[in-house]
């Protein structure tokens, strides 16, 4: 394998740690399995989208680094047992997990129905609270001194018109994320999260041309720093939460948004 990204920083050398991703098939997700490997890590890989999954973890055998893919669908809490079961197999344990799995809909407050909330409600935060509960079950059996990442949103620092389903689930993961941190700190465990702004994801790209263009124009102008970002740039905040270089942050909420929110 290639030496570590990171590999003259010894707080954010992986090697020897096994890590789970959840949203592996791409986007953030794949942009921080591939890092968190470049870093050293054997990488745990999950997602429905099972072709997409295969082509994450040939990225990253192919550099020499140690990945498995695991489809399942986040809302399945015994497919995401059986892969932190299987990473504790190749591994001897697990040592971090990063659940960004996720799903967007659109439509307004009064547009939404039942099961438009439903089912953003149990991807976004039912999947990210399994993926935690499983992930902090096995840390706590093995004594292991873990780490927890779980993907915010920007969505959650104001309100964005048309993201009602989007933004709740999302500032549910935000209190998820400070509850477990209490709860598990004592054992060692840290709870982090990241919340970006607008990265370009297939996630995000499912409009026209011309509309996302517009879209991301204005987005950019809201920023500081006049641009949207990308999907490694959250991949980094991921793999800094993840790593010792973060060994006394838990709780947190790092934003990597380019300035569009600064919360005090």
Known sequence: ????????????????????????????????????????????????????????????????????????DVTDRAALRSAVTAAERTGGRLDMAAAIAGIMHRST?????????????AVNFKGVLYTCQEAARSMLASGTRGALVTMASGAVDTGSPGLLCYGAAK?????????????????????????????????????????????????????????????????HAVLHLASDASSFTTGQILRPNGGVAMPW
């Not at 990171?6 to 954010?12: C, E, F, I, N, V």
């Not at 959840?22 to 794949?30: D, K, P, V, W």
């Not at 129905?113 to 409600?121: G, K």
């Not at 709860?183 to 994801?201: F, K, M, S, Y």
């Open 1 to 72: 394998m290639s030496p570590p990204a990171h590999g003259s920083l010894p707080a954010y050398d992986l090697t020897g740690r096994t890590a789970l991703v959840t949203g592996a098939a791409s986007g953030i997700g794949r942009a921080t399995a591939v890092l968190l490997a470049q870093a050293g890590a054997a990488v745990h890989c999950a997602d429905r989208d099972e072709k997409a999954l295969a082509h994450t973890t040939d990225l990253i055998t192919q550099s020499g680094g140690d990945a498995w893919a695991h489809p399942l």
């Open 109 to 121: 407050v009064l547009e939404t129905e039942d099961a438009d909330l439903d089912r953003v409600l």
């Open 171 to 235: 500032a549910a993961v935000v209190q998820l994320t400070k509850t477990l941190a209490t709860e598990l700190g004592g054992h060692g465990i840290r709870v982090n999260a990241v919340a970006p702004g607008w990265v370009r994801t297939p996630m995000t790209e499912r409009d026209d041309a011309a509309t996302r263009q517009r879209a991301e124009e204005a987005l950019a102008g809201m920023s500081p720093l006049g641009r949207v970002g990308e999907a490694q740039e959250a991949a």
